[in-house]
């Protein structure tokens, strides 16, 4: 990917998660009155917007609620690797807490590392980290056997 205009925007709300995924930990906001998880990240909290939100790590872990194979690559940067797939993984923590992400074979493998045939909603799955500058390390996922 060379266009970083595609790389997600730090600021000082989401900038928590950033540094979770650079330090290889899954991140997510919680209310600290009603204990429910927020993503993505908010500048106020949904349930108590009185409390601020409080960053809580997670196990990185979960499902595979819905996936996807774009066609055509609707980026540019991303037309060398289509097809490719992207997953939206249900956390174990809390079920309606969704992730976008893309599935790969294993650490450091491409975003097409795996058939679009061979990935079903259900599969369980857990996060790994793939570093693509000094800011952004993003989160992707293999599956959990």
Same mark, same amino acid.
Request: charged share 20%.
């Given at each position: @990917? *060379? =266009?970083?205009?595609l790389? /997600?925007?730090?600021d000082?709300?989401?900038?928590p998660?950033w540094?979770?995924?650079?330090e290889g &930990?899954?991140?997510?906001?919680q209310?600290? *009155?009603?204990? %429910? @998880?927020?993503?993505?990240?908010r /500048?106020?909290n /949904?349930w108590?917007?009185r =409390?601020?939100?409080e ?6 872990r979960g499902?595979?609620?819905s996936?996807i194979?774009?066609h055509?690559?609707l980026m540019l940067?991303?037309? !060398?690797l289509?097809?490719?797939n992207?997953? &939206?993984?249900?956390?174990e !923590?809390d079920?309606?807490?969704r992730?976008?992400?893309n599935?790969?074979?294993?650490p450091g493998?491409?975003i097409?590392? &795996? /058939?679009? =045939?061979? &990935?079903?909603i259900? *599969?369980?799955?857990r996060?790994i980290f793939?570093?693509i500058n000094s800011e952004? *390390?993003?989160? %992707?996922w293999? %599956? =959990?056997s």
């Amino acid at each position: @990917m *060379t =266009d970083t205009t595609l790389l /997600p925007h730090i600021d000082e709300v989401n900038q928590p998660f950033w540094q979770g995924c650079r330090e290889g &930990i899954l991140r997510v906001q919680q209310c600290p *009155t009603t204990g %429910r @998880m927020i993503f993505p990240p908010r /500048p106020v909290n /949904p349930w108590s917007p009185r =409390d601020k939100a409080e960053w809580q790590d997670v196990c990185g872990r979960g499902i595979i609620w819905s996936v996807i194979e774009p066609h055509p690559p609707l980026m540019l940067d991303f037309a !060398e690797l289509a097809p490719y797939n992207a997953i &939206i993984v249900e956390l174990e !923590e809390d079920a309606s807490i969704r992730m976008v992400g893309n599935l790969v074979s294993k650490p450091g493998a491409a975003i097409n590392s &795996i /058939p679009y =045939d061979d &990935i079903h909603i259900g *599969t369980p799955v857990r996060v790994i980290f793939e570093k693509i500058n000094s800011e952004i *390390t993003l989160p %992707r996922w293999v %599956r =959990d056997s």
